[in-house]
């Protein structure tokens, strides 16, 4: 677990970073792009293209910024079952202090015992029953 969180931190930070270079860049490009809109001297198909480009450039920036957020997620995930894990760990380990575990693992083998005296009491009603129903053919060496 520590070597994904490792992981995840590496690459939001990578993330991060690309997306400050990216807004800066985008900054610039989208002003730009404004100008050219707001220009009374350019033409329609050079408005299109600076409406396509600042598009572009804030559907970069928001694909980065939706990225990141996953990649966040993702660490405080991670990060919430790296703590589950150390959690149940330490109940583990004080339960086999405590020796609460191996009064379980005596409890499991009276039931196994339990169960098979069962199967045993079933099976003596079973032939108990049969030779009720039928006194006289299977007890032929006692008469």
């Given at each position: 677990m520590d070597e994904v969180l490792e992981i995840l931190d590496k690459t939001a930070k990578r993330i991060q970073k690309t997306l400050e270079e990216n807004k800066e860049v985008a900054s610039k490009q989208t002003a730009a792009y404004e100008k050219i809109l707001q220009s009374k001297e350019a033409s329609e198909e050079q408005k299109v293209q600076a409406l396509i480009g600042k598009t572009l450039e804030l559907d970069r920036l928001e694909r980065l910024s939706s990225q990141l957020s996953l990649l966040y997620a993702l660490q405080i995930f991670a990060f919430k079952v790296k703590v589950l894990e150390i959690t149940v760990g330490n109940i583990n380990e004080q339960l086999v202090k405590?020796?609460?575990?191996?009064?379980?693992?005596?409890?499991?083998?009276?039931?196994?015992?339990?169960?098979?005296?069962?199967?045993?009491?079933?099976?003596?009603?079973?032939?108990?029953?049969?030779?009720?129903?039928e006194p006289g053919s299977n007890l032929t060496y006692i008469h």
């Amino acid at each position: 677990m520590d070597e994904v969180l490792e992981i995840l931190d590496k690459t939001a930070k990578r993330i991060q970073k690309t997306l400050e270079e990216n807004k800066e860049v985008a900054s610039k490009q989208t002003a730009a792009y404004e100008k050219i809109l707001q220009s009374k001297e350019a033409s329609e198909e050079q408005k299109v293209q600076a409406l396509i480009g600042k598009t572009l450039e804030l559907d970069r920036l928001e694909r980065l910024s939706s990225q990141l957020s996953l990649l966040y997620a993702l660490q405080i995930f991670a990060f919430k079952v790296k703590v589950l894990e150390i959690t149940v760990g330490n109940i583990n380990e004080q339960l086999v202090k405590s020796g609460i575990l191996q009064k379980s693992t005596e409890l499991d083998d009276i039931k196994k015992n339990i169960d098979e005296l069962k199967i045993l009491v079933e099976a003596q009603y079973k032939s108990m029953k049969e030779i009720r129903e039928e006194p006289g053919s299977n007890l032929t060496y006692i008469h």
